[in-house]
């Protein structure tokens, strides 16, 4: 199955040993996991940025 990014919905590239190519964070309110791709990663700095765009 692939993971896609929560921000752009963009396929996120698979690393060897099932790494992803991006990172995952969770809202401080839920225990849901978001996945963001590498590119969004780059653009958003911070965590903050990134949960701003979910
Ligand atoms: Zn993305």
């Known amino acids: 199955m692939a993971t896609k990014c929560n921000i752009c919905g963009n396929k996120i590239a698979e690393l060897m040993l099932g790494k992803l190519k991006g990172t995952v964070v969770k809202k401080p309110s839920s225990s849901k996991q978001y996945y963001i ?17 979910l």
């Open 37 to 53: 791709c590498f590119e969004c990663q780059k653009k958003l700095k911070t965590k903050e940025e990134i949960l701003k765009k």
